[in-house]
């Protein structure tokens, strides 16, 4: 079968090494007689209008390799973008979307031993996750634990690991600092929330209308902006004293990004997540000297591959954060993996609280 390696980013968030088995779907070498795929296919990426579900036969998992049925899969900003033609990741055509996904293994390749069949599985592949059944590296799937659901798993890694790699690996985040975190009803914003919130910070959310706000709350937050009718710089000086944020946390950039960096506290850490708004900012470099802030670049997907056992070892905590209570993905809500187009106009019109699920 022929495997074709691509760094995956997310809409500026993080880049992922991952491989796009996409062709297994038609040129593996051996096919179970038994079971069909069923997949939303991307022939030409022209928009998500042009997706196709189709009838595929099953691969069997080449070295290194897992078959997994799908059980729920997320849908994330870069999997609009890669339908469009808009990504930074050019998968070759055809290729089934999805990102991020969790089921149980249904078969293994030649050299696979730490997972095994009918093991329940999250992955984070770049592509793929979108129909019945999907083959993917064995070493980008993180083995459930006990009493972890499938549409929570599917909704876990991408976010969680941003947030926690952003926050408190590029961020130094510590206990008793105050932390904005903008875009924060969105799915990393509510992960940012949550883990700023394990870590004993104190933190303002700022989103767009009342809804997200109360949502917010509902989540851990302290105290919340609405910036669709406040003054950013006004409520943050307003709800810190004067004295501004020490850590914002910014996966959306755009018009917000300028008064937020003009508010922030003396050494305080800007983290640069993302563009969901579309235009990257451009800031006056004298604001950092001004306040001795640093503006720190959040590239989770080249740390997880250039510091793999650093990047597994945040895992692990955050599974066991999960476990604890401490975390839980902000679930929008679950629709059939028939509906997908239904899901894509939903998140296209920004109104999307936490993720939203496709099932099996």
């Known amino acids: 079968m022929n495997c074709r390696v691509a760094p995956l980013s997310e809409d500026g968030l993080c880049t992922h090494e991952t491989a796009v088995c996409l062709e297994a779907f038609y040129h593996a070498q051996h096919y179970s007689k038994e079971t069909v795929v069923h997949a939303w296919l991307c022939e030409n990426p022209i928009g998500v209008d042009a997706l196709t579900w189709k009838e595929l036969p099953t691969p069997q998992p080449s070295a290194g390799e897992v078959l997994i049925q799908i059980q729920a899969a997320s849908l994330n900003f870069p999997d609009l973008l890669i339908v469009q033609n808009k990504y930074q990741m050019k998968p070759p055509l055809p290729f089934v979307p999805g990102s991020e996904y969790a089921g149980v293994v249904q078969a293994v390749g030649e050299g696979v031993t730490h997972l095994k069949v009918g093991q329940s599985v999250a992955c984070l592949s770049g592509t793929g996750g979108f129909g019945t059944h999907t083959l993917a590296p064995a070493k980008l799937c993180m083995p459930l634990p006990a009493g972890f659901p499938a549409v929570d798993a599917a909704a876990f890694i991408m976010t969680y690991a941003t947030s926690y790699h952003a926050l408190i690996d590029r961020g130094q985040l510590k206990a008793g600092e105050t932390v904005l975190v903008l875009g ?24 767009s209308n009342a809804e997200k706000c109360a949502l917010c709350t509902r989540i851990g937050a302290d105290a919340t902006i609405n910036y669709s009718q406040d003054n950013l710089r006004d409520a943050l000086k307003a709800l810190t004293d004067g004295k501004g944020p020490d850590v914002i946390y910014d996966p959306v950039g755009g018009e917000f990004a300028e008064p937020a960096f003009r508010s922030i506290a003396w050494r305080g850490r800007y983290l640069v997540v993302g563009f969901a ?19 720190v670049g959040v590239f989770w997907g080249d740390y997880a591959r250039r510091e793999p056992q650093a990047n597994a070892a945040m895992m692990q905590e955050l599974a066991q954060w999960y476990g604890q209570g401490k975390i839980k993905p902000v679930i929008h809500h679950t629709l059939p993996m028939a509906q997908l187009k239904q899901a894509y106009e939903e998140m296209g019109s920004r109104g999307v609280m936490g993720k939203l699920v496709m099932v099996n």
Request: no cysteine.
């Open 184 to 207: 924060a009803a969105g799915g990393v914003g509510t992960a940012a929330i949550q883990i700023a919130k394990a870590a004993g910070a104190r933190v303002i959310a700022a989103a």
């Open 277 to 295: 708004a579309g235009p990257i900012p451009a800031l006056p470099w004298n604001l950092a000297l001004l306040k001795g802030a640093s503006l």
